[in-house]
């Protein structure tokens, strides 16, 4: 059998855990990343996977993304523990809520650290890795890079401007890397969640329900009812499915250069 090996980063929680799992099921060797403070999170899915799928189908690594070398070195570490490199997904992410006016030179560096060098440093070494490793075996679903954009790649949103224009810039990013990257046959292409009940979500709901006057929880009630065509919060797996079933098999070998948009019906494109 071919041995497909996966790198997920923000991947102890939220839609880059729904990612890993979908992965894992389709028989994938998966790296569970996430930064230091939710190492638990990384123990606790890489073990309950390898209890699922039998031992060696996971492995955690604790890497930032925003560095460089964490980077390389997690790239390294899964490819001598789990074989060469198929996919990455570039997934970890931040989010902010306030008005543009509020927003401090430091944010929007930070913002641009994790939501765009975080993508640039995971899109750029797991490039030179594929390159590297020489044509994929025949019969796998062939080198794929994917990384996280989000509706507000597409359409703004008010209070949420550094993160839009972050991940704009993963979309542009994702485009020109794919033309750059088709001599090599890696498809490179993109996600855009729309409201997903996650962690992040949670956030947005408490700053946006602050600013707007609105309880804890009415918040993403309300904008996915309002918003979303199939009105309802999305859940992790409604995005985990498309990239992990989908955008990384090799049904998708003909698609590059995209952003697919997961929203249930909030953005048109
Ligand atoms: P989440 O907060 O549950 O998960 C994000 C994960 O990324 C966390 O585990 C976090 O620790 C990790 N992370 C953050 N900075 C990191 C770093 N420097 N290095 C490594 N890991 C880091 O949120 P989520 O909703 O699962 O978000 C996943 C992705 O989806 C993000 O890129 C987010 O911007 C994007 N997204 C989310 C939504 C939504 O509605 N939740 C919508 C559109 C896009």
Redesign the pocket.
Known sequence: MVKRTAIV??S?????ESIVRRLAQEGYKVTV???S??KTGIDNLVSELNSTHGEGTAIGVV????SPSDVQNLIKESVEKLGPLTVMVA?????QVAPALDISDDDVHKMFE??FF?VWNCYTHAARQMIKQGPVEEGSSGYKILG?A??VAFKPFPLLSHYSASKWAVRGLTQVFAMEMAKHKINVNAY?????G????DLIDEKLGEIEGRPRGETVKKYSSELTALGRVSV?DDVGNVVGGFMCSKDAEFVTGQTMVIDGGIVFT
């Open positions: 980063t923000g102890s929680r939220g839609i880059g990343n996430d930064v403070a939710n890497a930032d993304v925003t997934n970890a992410g931040i989010a994790v939501n975080g996280c989000s509706i855009a969640p729309g409201i997903v996650t962690a992040m979500w992790p």
